[in-house]
């Protein structure tokens, strides 16, 4: 069922503050447990180059009243007079909470945001929201209409790990890569190579767009390869580690829309993410879970090698 808030409705929720990392790990330590309620509210450097965390309790009983309640306190200004409230310019007018994903709708002044001040905003926003459990993605609208960024594409669903700390202005850097991905051929029996110009965020890693590329399908409809990922697949984190790309998506993955094989669709994601310099194998999950079998073929514990065998040579 949906929730709703209405931003003049707010709850006034008290928020015990305090700069410094909220969770206290060293090495060869176990994690400390943390106090119910507690995220790390994320405020504007007022140099606005970076967003800095500020340890913060919520009070609330249920999902809806904790998001009351770090909204609350995104729209403070903190104590410490070298950060600044992420809510500042603009109005939060509503939100919503649909399933795992929270929708938050900003005024029209949003719009007229500085390109670096609106990126800002959106990791502060989404790096806190999505701290409290059950809240796995943020998404923006304006006045009811889906966000765009400085270059016009809709922004859509974000997650925390979409956000990189890159130094200065560079938090705000647009990019041009060419991407080697693989989609599947007309039979949907093998893979092809496909190389396109791409635009992107540098606050988004390059697995991330790479794996968001493939759910979106190829750009050409005339290039002769064709979709392998349902569209309707959220991907909800990317991550690198030690050479290992894993990737976790929503259920709607293993839900096939398009007339290909299952390894058409593993080794489309496995090889286009190995052909990145800093990633080897790949692990798949859903929903975070790999002890999965996809299409009775496929064990996601599995950590899957590149395939090239399946890549038709269009020479």
Known sequence: MNQKRKGARLAARVCLCFLGIFWLTGCGR??????????????????????????????????????????????????????????????????????????????????RLTPTTEIL????????????????????????EALTDSLGATVGSMTADMFIDNAGNEIN??????????????????LVEHTIPWVYNSNISMEKLVVERLVAGPV???????????????????????????????????TQMYNVSADVVVYSIVNSLVELTNVNKVQISVNGETDLVYRENFNFSTVFDRNLDLVYETE
Not at 74 to 91: A, F
Not at 176 to 182: E, H, S
Not at 223 to 248: H, M, Q, R
């Open 30 to 111: 176990e994690k400390e447990q943390a106090a119910e309620g507690a995220v790390s509210v994320y405020y504007i450097n007022k140099a606005e180059t970076k967003v800095t965390p500020v340890s913060c309790v919520l009070e609330g009983e249920d999902k809806a009243e904790l998001v009351d309640g770090a909204i609350e306190a995104l729209m403070q200004n903190p104590v410490e007079l070298s950060l600044r409230t992420p809510v500042n310019g603009y109005e939060i007018l509503d939100w919503e909470l649909a399933d795992t994903q929270l929708i938050v709708d900003v005024s029209e002044d949003y719009k």
């Open 220 to 254: 050409d409809v005339d290039a002769g390869v064709y979709p392998v990922i349902n569209p309707a697949t959220k991907v909800l984190s990317v991550t690198v580690k030690d050479g290992t790309c894993y990737v976790n998506f929503d259920d709607n993955f293993m």
């Open 173 to 190: 850097a647009y990019e041009k890569v060419r991407l080697k991905l693989y989609f599947a051929n007309e039979n949907g029996d093998r």
């Open 121 to 144: 905003i959106r990791a502060a926003l989404v790096r806190t929201l999505t701290q409290i459990a059950g809240v796995d993605h943020v998404a923006l609208t304006v006045n009811g």
